[in-house]
């Protein structure tokens, strides 16, 4: 197999595709804005981008990202949209995810010949996977540690996200296991605040867990956020694994890749990623990049899981993005495939009974982490019924049984299905 | 003062604005998507996110990002723009940058009530001063460093950006030092790719370096990117201390904030910082974040420079965003400020001896590192030759002088401007 990198874009310009493509290509290897003697042929052939592949797609009046005007050629400018690959030698970086991302997500955003650029995908070689852990734990782990062999795992978010104590959380925690629940993580903006410190809440959490597992024989996964500085989360990984946990999430766009891939390394509990701040990538159509790229570089870090957002969420996002993103997720990577490289998707932001069906449909997998927090926590019959609610539109989903014909004989799906319907 | 932390944005929604701000701090903070008995007034008045301002701005027919059609009321949706503040108590998150970031720039990027969202400024409470290093040479000590008390470095980037081998860089250099350079830096894609380590980029260039320093009593500032994984940065941050090297560069967004922080925490160099991918945050006038708050984030993490693009630039960027970029550099954080936290704004990217007069003029000082890749290299009379036309401009734009009119006493400078003037 070739030892390139290659990435696909879209692209859009008012400069004929070909030229605007070299820019790109010179942009991100060895050009500069005037060819210099030392830019020989040679060095070129060794370590320029090369284009491999452009397909010319529609053409718009006017620029979907602001650009200076082109310079002035018969008739008003023309901007025209392209599928584009361009690949690297992997001699220009090595393998090295940050200097991956400087490559292939830097400067290039910038060009003033594109109207809009987006990064589609990423195609490593072989290499990147030797040098990187990728998922300690992924999907077969998740479902080892956690004692469920074939379902999706049924979780929550602590809420209120910020507020509660140790203790008070503890207490939610308590009700949620009671109920049968199987995955519980922190809100993202629940860290290491004074009000509910990482260490106060594992030592009023992990309690309840611990009791839990030994009566049943079975751990609720807690992800505790860890997400801070460097060594700030090598401890706290440290005192959640002390204290018998299996979990601890980051939040990926605020920690970073060296700080990630470096808490991989150290990490003997499931890594769960959230993606907080990834609307930044992906709102515009017209800039950032896919999640099908962007979930590539966090399992090579090394994420057990990773936020994909739920079908008609509360968020901008729409179905058919979410389910691209799942199965994505769900997806070898490399070529031949690396076994053991795929991760949990986890469904969350407005998610009840009510999507399990469909949800179901979209991605003919159980291998995910369905997170639902009002969805549980506000069923009118309490948390134990909003988690026995969303068991049963699962039991029903897989089952192929009409989630409304097998509410009538589960009373906390009937209510359930009543209370979140919109 | 206060302990809030506030953070300002730019919003657009067909909703009453009212509303949708109160989702945003909603999701920021403590709410979900239906209030939960156990998120009681006294918890949302310690913990709720507040709505301080909401200044509205013009409304438009049609979103500026897509968004899910808001429900129909009377005629079609208009989308109203607005100016707005939130405050967050600190309580909340300690003085954690990555916690913040989850807190000021995560989820509520994807809102569908909102079709354009940016952060536009934040203000953050005197901890964060306490917690975070900030820069630990910034101006003064980068001219100690350099041994230049008053007018710009004068910087070059190696170019061929990736290619050359160290043999080749260190030729470069020698001409560069030979030729009066103050600065110079690798390309942000020339990390430790095998063609030319890091280490043997290291060996073949501190002795170029240093015999210039003994010849001349002033050490040239070699920023050497070394982007990577954590420990790979502390190693190869060791290894350019050891060689004399006074400074490391890193690319910002590949490497993330807890890597930064903590390679700062480290750190006994200069840190330049490199902000390729900032595209992705700045290209959309309808999403992301202004570079006022970014840079606000990097200064606390702790970076000596960071690059605010050049006045005619080879990119998207207006000169007026790029001088606000650069004056946000300077300006003092926090109140009372907290002396020496201001950074040098690093030009790069097009320029020439043709743009010193007008950036001069626009932020009126000298603090500055001036970076030519083109520039100087494919300067008619030789890289030397390209330096001094940098200096001359500079010392044309300081003194009030004309350019054209110093240029026909200074030979360098006038064969420049005929050269680079477009």
Redesign the interface.
């Known amino acids: 197999m070739s030892d390139r990198i290659l990435a696909s874009y879209l692209i859009e310009t008012p400069y004929p595709l070909e030229r605007a493509v070299e820019v790109m290509a010179g942009e ?7 060819r ?1 003697a ?2 020989t042929d040679a ?2 052939e ?3 981008a090369r284009v491999e592949r452009i397909e010319p797609l529609e053409s718009l009046d006017s620029p979907s ?4 005007a082109p310079p002035t050629g018969v008739g008003p400018p023309v901007y025209r949209r392209a599928r584009v690959t361009l690949s690297w030698p ?5 393998p ?8 292939v ?8 010949e ?1 109207s809009a ?1 987006k990064l589609l995908d990423l195609t490593l070689p072989p290499p990147f996977a030797e040098a990187y852990p990728g998922p300690q734990f992924g999907v077969a782990g998740t479902r080892e540690l956690t004692g469920i062999p074939e379902r999706p795992l049924i979780g929550t978010i602590i ?6 104590s140790p203790e ?1 959380t503890a207490g ?1 925690v308590r009700e949620l296991v009671a109920g049968g629940i199987d995955f519980i993580k922190d809100d ?2 629940q ?5 509910n410190s990482l260490e106060a809440r594992v030592d009023a959490v992990m309690p309840v867990i611990r009791e839990h597992a030994e009566r049943t024989g079975r751990q609720v996964m807690y992800a505790f956020n860890i ?5 700030e ?1 090598r401890e706290h990984h440290d005192y959640v694994a002390a204290a018998g946990g299996s979990c601890v999430m980051v ?1 990926l ?10 808490l991989r390394r150290h990490c003997r509990v499931a890594l769960h990623g ?1 993606r ?14 896919s999640f099908v790229a962007y979930q590539k570089l966090w399992r090579l870090a090394g994420v057990d899981h990773i936020h994909v ?1 739920g079908l008609r969420n ?5 179905d058919a993005s979410v389910i691209a993103s799942a199965r994505a997720c769900l997806t070898p990577m490399f070529d031949p495939p690396t076994p053991g490289c795929e991760v949990m998707p986890v469904f969350s932001s ?1 998610q009840t009974a009510e999507q399990a069906t469909d949800t179901y449909a979209a991605i003919a997998s159980t291998d995910l982490i369905f997170c639902a ?2 969805g549980i ?2 069923h009118p019959d309490g948390i134990g019924a909003g988690v026995k609610s969303l068991r049963q539109a699962w039991e029903a989903a897989v089952a192929g049984i009409d989630v409304d014909d097998y509410a009538r004989e589960h009373r906390e799906l009937a209510r359930a299905l009543e209370t979140f319907r919109r």
Chains 1, 2 share one sequence.
């Open positions: 991100q290897s060895c050009g500069t804005f005037t210099l030392s830019e060095l070129r060794a370590h320029g990202l602001p650009i200076p992997l001699a220009n970086l090595g090295s995810l940050p200097t991956l991302v400087a490559t997500a830097g400067n290039l955003f910038e060009l003033k594109f650029l809420k209120p996200s910020v507020g509660l008070a939610v993202e903006l860290a290491n605040g004074p009000h997400t801070g500085e460097a060594d989360m939040a766009n605020a920690v970073g890749l060296a700080g990630v891939t470096q959230h907080a701040g990834w609307g930044l990538f992906s709102r515009s159509p017209h800039l950032g990049m957002n509360k968020f901008s996002e729409e407005g927090g009002g926590m506000a």
